[in-house]
C-alpha cells in the first residue's frame, strides 16, 4: 500500500507547479496536491475571484484490489483579493479580509 501510495503521489506531484505558501504540518506531496486541486477549482469555476488554500484537515488513502487506490483529501479554503482567470497565481494573493474560510473534499 505504501508503494502505490508513493507511486500516485509521485504521478500527481509530477502535474503540480509549487510555490503556494500553505501553514501546515503535512509532507509536500500532500500540500502539492491540494494546491492542484485547487488551481483545477478555480480554472473551471466561474466564481469572480480566486480561492486559495489555507489549511489541510486530512488526507486518506484507501486501496481497492486489484490496483486501484481512493486519495480522499479534506481542505480549508478562502478567497483571495485576485480575480480568477485562467493565468491566475494565488501564491502572492492575499485573502480577502471577510473572507469566509470553507471545507471542501473530493470524497463523495
Do not use: W
Not at 16 to 33: A, D, E, R, T
Not at 58 to 84: F, G, H, M, W
Request: hydrophobic content about 45%; overall charge neutral.
Amino acid at each position: 500500500m505504501v508503494c502505490l501510495l508513493t507511486l500516485f503521489a509521485s504521478v500527481f506531484s509530477a502535474f503540480i507547479v509549487s510555490g503556494h505558501s500553505v501553514k501546515l504540518k503535512y509532507n509536500h506531496n500532500v500540500i502539492n496536491v491540494a494546491n492542484f486541486a485547487m488551481d483545477v477549482h478555480n480554472r473551471m469555476s466561474s466564481y469572480p475571484y480566486a480561492f486559495k488554500v489555507v489549511d489541510i484537515i486530512s488526507d486518506t488513502a484507501q486501496l481497492y484490489p486489484p490496483a486501484r487506490v481512493k486519495y480522499t483529501l479534506q481542505i480549508q479554503a478562502a478567497q483571495t483579493v485576485c480575480e480568477n482567470h485562467a493565468s491566475v497565481n494565488v501564491t502572492d494573493c492575499a485573502l480577502q479580509s471577510n473572507a469566509e474560510v470553507r471545507n471542501a473534499s473530493n470524497d463523495k
